[in-house]
């Protein structure tokens, strides 16, 4: 165990103080991009993580003219903006504000959550369904603690010397 004069161990002790929170900042921005670009893959695998989102029916392919579910034109992917905050500590938020331009209503929340169609084209109160693509998820879970761990077990080992 390394041996410290109070002078030496009040310095490291400062060096911790200053540098461990850039580190944790650090390691919260990693893990929301890492974060967002999970919920990126939800689009390509079609799902929310590894349970699909319901097919579109055969009317809506053929009328769409592929049967890819939420790629009509890339807007609600695209829609994802990153907030980072310092109010009361350090965190983040991803957001999806697509909104449509025929309704105005938030595209994003109405696939998200799912809802009933007000088109006469499509039958006045015809459920569509959830296809969320965001949320809580063990794999979301996964990435931020590991995004996390690496940033401060990274500033631990360089700063803190004690036991060395």
Known sequence: MAKYTPK??????KSMLVSFPAE???GV???VLAVEQEFDKNFDRQGFFFQPWQRNKQSTIDLKGGSKVLHDSGKLRKSRKVF???VGGF?????????SDRTHHDYAALQQNGFRTS??????G???????FVGNHHVVDSRIRSSLTKKVFGCLTRNYVIGR
């Open 8 to 13: 030496q161990f009040m310095q490291q002790a």
């Open 24 to 26: 944790a900042k650090e």
């Open 29 to 31: 921005i990693d893990s």
């Open 84 to 86: 980072l905050t310092s």
């Open 91 to 99: 965190g983040g938020r991803i957001s999806y504000s697509a909104i």
């Open 119 to 124: 088109r006469r084209s499509k039958g006045i």
């Open 126 to 132: 015809a459920p569509v369904p959830a296809r969320p």
